[in-house]
């Protein structure tokens, strides 16, 4: 099993959509999470940390499940350039901190 | 403010030959990093380094070597490359402490082994 997956997709939505990916992690002690973007042929950049509490920037919201051990983002009312692929990204205390990459989901959002 | 800068930006190698990747920040990040990106899989770590003069293995460093001379350079080598090795290959760097966990990227360097 890996201990980061997401749904490869692609997800393909119009414009204005919701749409929602998750992605589970195999390590109950993971700490911390996060979700990046990357854009086709660049790098990854951080989209968004994801609390507890479940957190929200703009039309991103980011919740945490620690019981059923899976992260989600919701992305409300689509635009063109959200187009890209969604990392989920998990920190696990192993001798300092180890990240793990999930391998990505890919959306298109299209008009 | 560069950021994170990889040098270069595209190379292609034939079987055997050796390179050397380099990746410079200018953000005073303890924490530096090497990571391959194959299609269809996340990031894989290679080697990482917590300071200046100190380099640890990652999840995929065979065929890789690494040095952290100064702290704002890591160096990533090639000895002999192979065509397994191509692959898109990012350094990214990090403030230390559990609390300031966001890596910062550089543009990464596509590398072609023939």
């Known amino acids: 099993r890996k201990e980061v997956e997401q749904d490869p997709g692609p997800f393909n939505v119009p414009e204005g959509a919701t749409v929602a990916f998750n992605c589970t992690y195999s390590n109950s002690a993971s700490q911390s999470f996060f979700w990046y973007r990357q854009d086709c042929r660049k790098e990854p950049k951080l989209l968004m940390s994801v609390y507890s509490s479940g957190n929200e920037d703009g039309r991103f919201t980011a919740q945490l499940n620690r019981a059923s051990q899976y992260i989600s983002l919701l992305i409300r009312d689509s635009k063109l350039s959200d187009s890209a692929t969604y990392l989920c990204?998990?920190?696990?205390?192993?001798?300092?901190?180890?990240?793990?990459f999930g391998a990505g989901t890919r959306l298109f959002v299209k008009a | 403010n560069a950021g994170v800068t990889q040098t270069p930006k595209f190379r292609v190698l034939k079987t055997g030959q050796s390179m050397t990747l380099l990746c410079a920040q200018d953000?005073?990040?303890?924490?530096m990093y090497w990571y391959r990106q194959d299609p269809g899989m996340g990031l894989r770590l290679i080697h990482y380094?917590?300071?200046?003069?100190?380099?640890a293995k990652g999840e995929v460093p065979d065929g890789y070597n690494v040095s952290r001379l100064k702290k704002q350079n890591f160096l990533l080598g090639l000895e002999s490359a192979a065509p397994s090795q191509t692959s898109v290959y990012f350094c990214?760097?990090?403030?230390?402490?559990?609390?300031?966990?966001?890596?910062?990227f550089g543009p990464g360097t596509r590398l072609t082994v023939l």
């Open positions: 990214a760097s990090r403030n230390a402490g559990p609390t300031n966990n966001e890596q910062f």
């Open positions: 380094s917590v300071g200046e003069g100190t380099t």
């Open positions: 990204v998990v920190n696990m205390p192993a001798g300092g901190f180890k990240t793990i």
């Open positions: 953000m005073n990040h303890e924490y």
